[in-house]
């Protein structure tokens, strides 16, 4: 059984940073894309970054120049490093993992194989 384990959601001011990180176990990620979702109260999941099997790297455009999505060399833990953080990035964020090829579905997550069970970002004002 597949587990994505997130860590380093907290606290922090508008301006600060944090960083999240995930940790895949239970199977080989061998053609696994990895990435993030966000999830704020009242609101849709919605895609913020994902790095490819490749090591290709995908982000929304209001995080574009803030975050930065990498993976460690073995690729079963990826990591989000948020900068410059605003109230509105506050949300539950999430690690997911899909099989892709080619570029991973960004805009569908319904298409992503595995999920971690979240971790709450919340920046005050």
């Known amino acids: 059984q597949v587990h994505l384990v997130e860590f380093g959601g907290g606290l922090v001011q508008a301006g600060g940073s944090l960083r999240l990180s995930c940790t895949a176990s239970?199977?080989?990620?061998?053609?696994?894309?990895m990435g993030w979702f966000r999830q704020a109260p009242g609101k849709e999941r919605e895609f913020v970054a994902a790095i490819s099997w490749s090591g290709s790297t995908y982000y929304v455009d209001f995080v574009k120049g803030r975050f930065t999505i990498s993976r460690d060399n073995a690729k079963t833990r990826v990591y989000l490093q948020m900068n410059s953080l605003k109230p509105e990035d506050t949300a539950v964020y999430y690690c997911?993992?899909?099989?892709?090829?080619?570029?991973?579905?960004?805009?569908?997550?319904?298409?992503?194989?595995?999920w971690g069970q979240g971790t709450q970002v919340t920046v005050s004002s």
């Open positions: 997911a993992a899909v099989y892709a090829v080619d570029s991973p579905p960004i805009a569908t997550p319904s298409r992503w194989d595995y």
């Open positions: 239970g199977r080989t990620f061998g053609g696994y894309a």
